[in-house]
DNA sequence: CATCTCGGTTGGCGACCACTAACATCAGGC
DNA sequence: GCCTGATGTTAGTGGTCGCCAACCGAGATG
């Protein structure tokens, strides 16, 4: 309806878009509820992205982009390899706004397409998450704070998977499942068995 | 087209219906790809289920009992309570045929769908699973082999979370995620981590 | 004021969706 | 050998999908 300058409607768009794929999926969202999420026409859609894969891999490049900017940002605060890998879980973009919501979309995706350039646009980005990942826990490994029993590639693989599978069961709608009746997280968990001491 | 009784063209229909979903998710699926892959014509679905709805909830349904059916079929090989959680890691059913494909399927519904009788049919599969895991790990700590330092629930709900997310990033085609360049695999460090002891 | 650009809308296209009415055909009991 | 019921097919239905051609109007520029 209002006038916006095509950045900021692409910005807006790409915004309003993640919310319905997050609660559709990506087969699911329909065009039509895309441009109503966003308040416009279905026409304006197709001007600022060629199609609706188009958009939707425009949204996990740019959800791929802020968490490894918003992690770098809770890293930068410390140097302590143990204190970086402790953040680095809790910052966990499955359960950190604004991740939280671009996630679910990504988690969505991961299964339910096989558009090619979809599945190149996720692999490429989960790619990035876990070389970043990795090369956290090979740091902290180096400093002594976390066992070398087993390679900090595959110990980030199964950070991503656990991740993963969180944001799946969140996507669901289950709220047991991320912790017990005492209040402890599954963030606490993984933090105690990858650095072997207590929080809280 | 050769025609079949009734309850062996609906297990057939189950089973054809289990790859397409794998493949295409939930919505993405149409009803003609599913009678394609039975080698039938669409109103023979609509004969055995009163919609594709009510094919996918029985899917899941049967995957579900075949599920917990094969773990107990593995468990009841052995009672000591470490070498059963072993055999339970180990019998993921992620990883072994015939549950690869069916999780993958039930994997890309969760995320996907919010259509409400789906996603009951989701939660209670999710938390019969989390609940026979669970009480293997309960067992197990009873036994003194597993660390009373966390809740047998939120246990289980840890490895419920990397079963799904090991699951989902196979689905989209990754080959890397499951073992390092040393030939240990994700089973490997959680069967460790649990039991605290060395296999192989 | 005339013009032109840019961000918006209406209306509708061809394709495909889940689902169905009506009809065909085979097997077995009599 | 005919009837009957179960198993199959053909040929659609109305509805919805992604996408687009054509047009509209505000406001900056001269």
């Known amino acids: 309806m209002a006038r916006l300058p095509a950045n900021q409607r692409r910005a807006q768009l790409l ?33 600022h992205f060629k199609s609706k894969k188009d958009l939707f891999i425009a949204l996990v490049e740019q959800t791929g982009q802020e968490t490894i900017q918003a992690w770098q940002a809770e890293l930068a605060q410390t140097t302590d390899p143990a204190d970086r890998l ?40 989960l790619g990035k998450l876990h070389a970043f990942i990795a090369g956290q826990v090979q740091r902290a490994q180096d400093a002594g704070v976390v066992s070398k029993r087993f390679s900090a590639e595959l110990t980030g693989w199964v950070l991503v998977q656990v991740a993963i599978g969180f944001g799946a069961l969140t996507a669901l709608g289950l709220t047991s499942h991320g912790h017990d009746q005492g209040g402890i997280t599954v963030d606490d968990v993984i933090t105690a068995v990858m650095l072997g001491n207590k929080k809280n």
């Open 15 to 47: 915004d309003t878009a993640a919310e319905v794929f997050a609660v559709r999926g990506y087969s699911g969202a329909t065009t039509a509820e895309l441009a109503e999420a966003a308040g416009v026409s279905e026409p304006i859609i197709y001007r």
């Open 86 to 125: 402790a953040r680095l879980i809790r910052a966990n973009p499955m359960l950190v706004d604004p991740g939280r919501v671009r996630y679910r979309v990504i988690v969505a995706a991961m299964t339910e397409t096989n558009e090619p350039e979809v599945r190149a646009a996720l692999t490429d980005h």
